[in-house]
């Protein structure tokens, strides 16, 4: 299959659905992106194309509030650590059978959203937290890079740190966008990356804002968390497929 089969017009929309479910529900674009993406390219193709998208709307999740400093301070040594693991991962997205790649990640959704669903109640105490944060940063820069998908398991350790609301978007936005500077950094480093596709990735940009302008208008509409299951649902079915695939 070319690396680049994917029509545009479908290209777009994938990201102006991924760019929706972020406008609800604050997180879930490279998720979409890559599981969508991943049904019509190679994952580490996938991966590149969603760089530009996830690092403007991540930044822009980042700075939406008073708490930047004081979450850098806090997180560090698990930011530091997804860059580690996610430029030492990223071989793996290059080099490994894209079929292989496309199973991991959709196993890798249906994990994630099956979590999401039950949302076990988890704390994470004061006490661990100091290194635990470095061992979730690396797990976590693992999987960014081997599959593209930043969510696990960084998302479930920022929620059980008890955050308030405000401060946890931020805090999922500095971690996604870490995760988005180190993926493009690893398929740099690996080859993965190149010039063609910085403006593909460019172009992804204007559908994704659009689509998370349509997310926060939907959200003032309809439940919040009817949608959020509804998308979890949707993405099991996505990694069925996605693990399915080879073995069709």
């Known amino acids: 299959m070319n690396e680049f089969s994917m029509p545009l017009v479908l290209f777009t929309l994938t990201f102006l659905a991924a760019g929706l479910v972020k406008g609800v529900t604050g997180m879930g674009l490279p998720t979409v992106a890559m599981g969508l993406l991943g049904t019509g390219m190679p994952p580490a193709t996938a991966a590149a194309m969603l760089v530009m998208p996830s690092f403007v709307t ?51 959704l249906i994990a994630y959203a099956a979590y999401a669903l039950v949302s076990p109640d988890l704390a994470v105490p004061p006490r661990l937290e100091s290194w635990l944060s470095p061992i979730i940063g690396l797990v976590t820069g693992v999987i960014t890079g081997a599959t593209g998908v930043f ?5 479930p350790f920022l929620q059980a740190l ?18 988005t500077v180190a993926l ?32 926060q208008k939907v959200r003032a509409r309809i439940s919040p968390k009817r949608f959020k299951q509804f998308f979890l649902l949707f993405l099991i079915l996505l990694g069925i497929e996605l693990a399915w695939r080879p073995f069709s």
């Open 184 to 215: 493009a950094l690893g398929l740099m480093a690996h080859g993965a990356f190149k010039l063609d596709q910085w403006g593909l990735s460019a172009l992804a940009i204007i559908p994704s804002l659009a689509g998370m302008w349509l997310g």
């Open 58 to 108: 991540n930044v822009w999740q980042l700075f939406a509030g008073p708490s930047t400093g004081r979450l850098v301070r806090r997180l560090w040594p698990m930011m530091l650590c997804i860059v580690l693991g996610t430029v030492a991962g990223a071989a793996l997205l290059v080099w490994v059978d894209p079929n292989l790649s496309r199973t991991t990640l959709g196993l890798l």
């Open 151 to 155: 969510a696990m398991p960084a998302v």
């Open 162 to 179: 008890r955050l308030d609301k405000d401060e946890l978007v931020q805090a999922l936005g500095l971690s996604f966008t870490v995760s």
